[in-house]
């Protein structure tokens, strides 16, 4: 079986020349060893040194030189704004206070839906849209000695 033991980052790459693609939801992309089959039938083992968030657009380079391209799935979100940065960064703040995901696009928040926040949200004055589209939430930086803190 053949193999994928590097990642080429989003931007780093011409996604052109892919071989074939692996469509994948934010938790999907969460992986270090999996197998993974391609839209076009491409069969390979992702074996990565240590888990990695892989991001809409990389590319997982296969050891014949082939390159996958990595898709974001769609998935129901909410796209936040607010009148200003003191709004986004205090929406960001009760966000992060919950321990949920959350991807930064241009001056927008996304998180996945859910009514409870939401509902938060809304009543702190956010504008929530709906919208169906790949999450790539802020990965957390994993520092070596790190220490979990379950609250």
Do not use: C, Y
């Not at 934010?26 to 270090?32: M, N, T």
């Not at 129901?76 to 009760?94: C, V």
């Not at 709906?130 to 802020?138: G, V, Y």
């Amino acid at each position: 079986m053949r193999r994928s033991i590097a990642v080429k980052p989003v931007g780093a790459w011409n996604a052109r020349e892919a071989i074939d693609r692996v469509v994948l939801d934010a938790d999907d992309r969460q992986r270090r060893r999996i197998v993974l089959t391609g839209e076009n039938g491409t069969r390979f083992l992702l074996d990565l040194k240590r888990p990695i968030s892989l991001r809409n657009g990389d590319g997982l380079v296969l050891d014949d030189g082939g390159v996958v391209e990595v898709h974001g799935a769609a998935e129901p979100l909410i796209e936040i704004s607010g009148r200003g940065f003191a709004d986004m960064l205090r929406f960001a703040w009760h966000i992060g206070n919950r321990h949920t995901d959350l991807q930064i696009v241009g001056d927008r928040l996304r998180i996945r839906r859910d009514h409870v926040l939401e509902a938060m949200l809304a009543q702190m004055g956010a504008s929530l849209a709906p919208i169906d589209a790949p999450f790539d939430p802020e990965a957390v930086p994993q520092a070596a000695g790190a220490v979990n803190h379950d609250h």
